[in-house]
C-alpha cells in the first residue's frame, strides 16, 4: 500500500458528503441541533461528523 501511494495509486475512500452537504452538516451544527440527529438524518458516524466539522476548509465554504 506504501508503495502505491507513493505513485498516487491508492487514495483512500471516497468522502461521503461533499458541497453542499457539508455546509447544510455545517449550518445545522452551528444553528444547535444535535450533532447525533446531524449523524443519522446524513447517514455518516458522529466520529465522522466531528471530522468534517473541525476541518477549516469547512468555514470558508459557508
Given at each position: 500500500m506504501a508503495a502505491a501511494k507513493k505513485r498516487g495509486a491508492?487514495?483512500?475512500?471516497?468522502?461521503?458528503?461533499?458541497?453542499?452537504?457539508?455546509r447544510e452538516v455545517r449550518n445545522a451544527a452551528l444553528a444547535g441541533t444535535p450533532k447525533a440527529q446531524i449523524a443519522r438524518e446524513?447517514?455518516?458516524?458522529?466520529?465522522?461528523?466531528?471530522?468534517y466539522l473541525q476541518q477549516p476548509s469547512l468555514a470558508t465554504e459557508a
Open positions: 491508492y487514495k483512500g475512500r471516497p468522502r461521503t458528503l461533499q458541497g453542499d452537504k457539508l446524513h447517514g455518516i458516524s458522529r466520529s465522522t461528523l466531528y471530522r
